[in-house]
């Protein structure tokens, strides 16, 4: 979801749209009455469309909660694949009616509302974020009970030392509140600052080329704009989310010990309130001053503290491992392969119509995330699961003597204690999501998969070895394409920028 998200935010800072060539209505002018009807059919057309796919697949997946051959694990599957497929349909939906139609230029242009600062930009996504709404609300009595069933304690498990309170919050307007909150907002708070600031970099665009000659200085300011954003939001993120400081206790000391050893610095250790319905934690923020560590009310109220440690030590891994900056370095490389193959076609004259320059650099940008980020994130979980492995190392006494890493020949392995330690922990967060353990995961991978290498790894530590220099080569490799294209950058700006400082 975070992806169609941040394409939907991508479309919309996007100035010329709809794409010449894909434009369904082209020649057609959006102040026409009949052009603005059509397209105002296509926009709620498509929510209604992803309205009824959404009812049947949900009819679909309560069938197997009924009667007397249900199987929650079939439904589980289930609900899985129609959630693929309705993402997949929103972001078609969602390509469909920025791209191919005139809704961007019938709300700025025709209905004039970008003169209000991100109301017109929040309008182009009205039809999105309805489907959205619409989707949530039809599935929402559905996953509710999917989450009773998974969340339920098992006969063949010894209650957790914190019995759970209560079950889910069954408001559905809290329901609402917290997907928004969760998977909506994580981008969007962000993206409307940086959508704000790009609404005042466009005005003041000529005034800026004019007294400084550089036509990329305005997107200079708002890049400069949305780093300083990035790095605050986590701060915004904290007050979004419904978070507290973990009250004093045994967990909270059990964390402080593990940031200490580790040596992992943050501002705060906060219980994440999500009505019980989510089971994770997480670490956010790139310097310590605003990093916070976060542990849902789900995880703590179901699972051991061994079992949290785990959970913990992953997200840790991310801290530790750099995760956070590569990323930053993805996007930064991303952005210059866009622009080279942009300036590429242009002075090659292979394009030549700026809207069309403008969609191709965003469509190369699309498919460097979709298929780069994926890959190097999944990579990245995987470096991830294996510190969680490492944090949650027990001493030789509570390990197998034949450990690779306990045992009389110690090598630079894995416990195996601790990975089957961490290998259940991840089993069982996936069964009290609700995710199957075979399902695809763009970002992390199956669980399944995960398992079966820690499982090679804990086996072989020669394979160990190798697997984490294989992470070091991608880093390596992420940091010096990354200074490749920052110094072609400036060396393709540097003109322009000494002209302007009178340095020739």
Known sequence: ???????????????????????????????????????????????????????????????RLSGPAADHDEAVRRFSRAQTWLVGMISFALVVTMVCTPWARLIRETWDLDRFPLVGDLFLLLPFLASLTLVWTIWYSAELRLK??????????????????????ES???????????????????????????????????????????????????????????????????????????????????????????????????????????VNAAVMGFIPQLRYVLVSDALVDSMKDEEIEAVFGHEAGHVKHLHLPFFGAFAALSMYVSGGIVVLLQVTNVVKDSGVLQMAGLVVLMITWLFGFGWLSRRFERQADLFGVRCVTPDVTSCRAWCPVHGDAKTSGICISATQLFGKTLLKIASLNGIPRTAPSWRHGSIESRCRLLERLAASPSECARFDRSLLRIKIGLTVFTLVGTIGAAAFYYDGVARALGWR
């Open 1 to 63: 979801m975070y992806f169609v998200v941040i394409m939907a935010f991508a479309l919309v800072l996007s100035n010329d749209l709809p794409t010449p060539g894909l434009d369904l209505f082209s020649g057609r002018n959006p102040a026409d009455r009949w052009v603005a009807l059509a397209v105002l059919a296509v926009a709620i057309g498509q929510v209604l469309l992803v309205a009824g796919a959404a009812l049947l697949l949900r009819r679909d997946v309560m069938s």
């Open 148 to 169: 009773y069933a998974s969340l339920a304690p098992s006969s063949s498990e010894q209650p957790t030392d914190r019995e759970r309170e209560g079950t889910p919050d």
């Open 172 to 278: 559905l307007g809290s329901y609402l509140f917290d997907k928004y909150r969760h998977q909506i907002l994580v981008i969007a708070a962000p993206m409307i600052f940086i959508v704000f600031a790009k609404h005042y970099t466009e005005q003041y665009r000529m005034s800026l080329f004019k007294s400084t000659g550089l036509p990329w200085l305005s997107d200079a300011i708002l890049g400069a704009a949305s780093i300083l954003v990035l790095v605050a939001a986590p701060v915004m993120l904290r007050y979004l989310w419904s978070t507290e400081p973990l009250a004093a206790g045994p967990l909270r000391d059990r964390f402080e010990q593990i940031c200490s050893r580790i040596g992992l610095r943050y501002r705060e250790i906060l219980l994440w309130r999500t009505h019980g319905l989510t």
